[in-house]
């Protein structure tokens, strides 16, 4: 059987380097610019890339990351995106820490249906105490409360996603 690569491109910003925003021909300018990440979900999408990739953090961390950063709240810049493409995949990174897995079963299951079932998740617990400060706790809970959490946050997840049938809504006038 034949092997197949699959391929991705992560978007972070407007570059990875964290100087990159610097460069003479960068996207600098249009870091908050929905037409851009559309513009590179189509360029991807065209190069036959399987995904498109946002990661995600809940606060400014300038001993990560200098330049660029996130900024666009990803669900809702590939929302846009699912719009101005027809097959790539949207992937997204949620935060088991401070996501509800409710409200996270919602939005993604609203960006797949929006894309006609192009949606992905990056599911994780976090890095930072100053992303914790931005969710009214002093510090991120330790490793082990997580991970324990993000477990029972995917089975909510894939619970909450069946717990409706296919055939749920009849339309019966
Ligand atoms: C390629 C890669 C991408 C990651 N992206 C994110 C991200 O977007 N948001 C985030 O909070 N953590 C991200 N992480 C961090 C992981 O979720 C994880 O916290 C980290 O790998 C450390 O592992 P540990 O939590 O077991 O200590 C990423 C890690 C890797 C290797």
Same mark, same amino acid.
């Given at each position: 059987? #034949? ?20 460069? +003479? ?9 929905i #037409? ?7 360029? #991807? ?8 990739f @946002?990661?995600? =953090? ?6 990560y990351?200098? =330049?660029t950063?996130? @900024?666009?709240? +990803? ?9 101005a493409?027809?097959?790539? =995949? ?5 935060? /088991?820490?401070?996501?509800?897995p @409710? ?6 299951? /609203? ?8 949606? =992905? ?15 009214g706790?002093?510090?991120l +809970? #330790? ?18 996603w ?12």
């Amino acid at each position: 059987m #034949a092997r197949t690569l699959h391929l991705g491109a992560f978007l972070h910003g407007v570059g990875h380097h964290s100087a990159a925003w610097r460069h +003479p021909e960068s996207a600098a300018e249009r870091l908050g610019d929905i #037409a851009f990440f559309e513009e590179s979900a189509r360029v #991807a999408e065209k190069g036959l890339l399987d995904a498109v990739f @946002f990661a995600d =953090g809940h606060s400014v961390n300038r001993t990560y990351t200098a =330049g660029t950063t996130w @900024f666009l709240e +990803p669900i809702t810049a590939l929302s846009a995106m699912a719009r101005a493409t027809s097959h790539i =995949g949207l992937v997204t990174t949620v935060s /088991s820490s401070f996501w509800t897995p @409710f409200h996270a079963a919602r939005m993604l299951a /609203s960006l797949d249906h929006i894309s006609g079932g192009r949606a =992905g998740a990056n599911i994780v617990t976090s890095m930072f105490d100053a992303e914790a400060r931005n969710h009214g706790f002093d510090a991120l +809970p #330790a490793h082990a409360e997580r991970y324990a959490r993000a477990a029972e946050f995917v089975e909510a997840l894939t619970a909450l996603w069946d717990s409706w049938g296919e055939d749920a809504l009849l339309v019966d006038r």
